[in-house]
């Protein structure tokens, strides 16, 4: 079963992706107290991730957290090398912080992994994105069938401007 609109995320262990390397963190420091926009994504390099997911949210960070953001993040069933050396590539800086889910234990515990074998990739995460407020979900917004629209930047966008977040 997946996570669900007022669900808490589970307080599992993250690498985060940084200039000095790898650092562990939990889902606690990455969300308690805070409203954090996250999206997550098959793979790091792959076409659409880098080509849309991920320029999309650098583009509109300034906008996104002047709607009450104060972070957002990028998840990935990648390693935190492979998460930093994607954000090097995309000129991220410190605009969105980089989430490896080495083991998709994360992934797994909100029940929105899927298996991509026959692309050679393995276990990894669908692509979505949820708007969450100290550690529970106000808005899911998952793709469907390989589609790549409800978990844009410009989507997240719309829905903080809605005075109901």
């Known amino acids: 079963m997946s996570i669900k609109v007022g669900d808490r995320l589970p307080n599992v262990k993250l690498t985060q992706a940084t200039a000095e390397g ?3 963190v939990t889902v606690d420091d990455i969300f308690k107290g805070k409203k954090v926009a996250l999206f997550a994504l098959p793979g790091a390099f792959t076409p659409t991730c880098s080509a849309k997911h991920l320029p999309g949210y650098k583009q509109l960070a300034g906008e996104i957290k002047g709607k009450g953001v104060d972070t957002i993040a990028c998840l990935s069933v990648n390693d935190a090398f492979v998460m930093r050396a ?11 912080v980089m989430l490896a889910d080495g083991g998709g234990e994360f992934t797994a515990a909100i029940g929105l992994d899927f ?8 276990i990894r995460s669908q692509r979505y ?3 969450v407020d100290d550690g529970v ?5 998952l793709e469907e069938g390989g589609e ?16 109901l977040i």
């Open 115 to 122: 298996d991509a074998s026959r692309f050679g990739m393995g």
């Open 129 to 131: 994105s949820m708007i």
């Open 148 to 163: 790549f629209r409800v978990s844009a930047a410009d989507y997240m966008l719309a829905q903080l401007a809605s005075p």
């Open 22 to 24: 790898p650092k562990p």
């Open 86 to 96: 994607w954000a090097e590539d995309q000129a991220v800086g410190d605009d969105i």
């Open 137 to 141: 979900v106000k808005e899911l917004n």
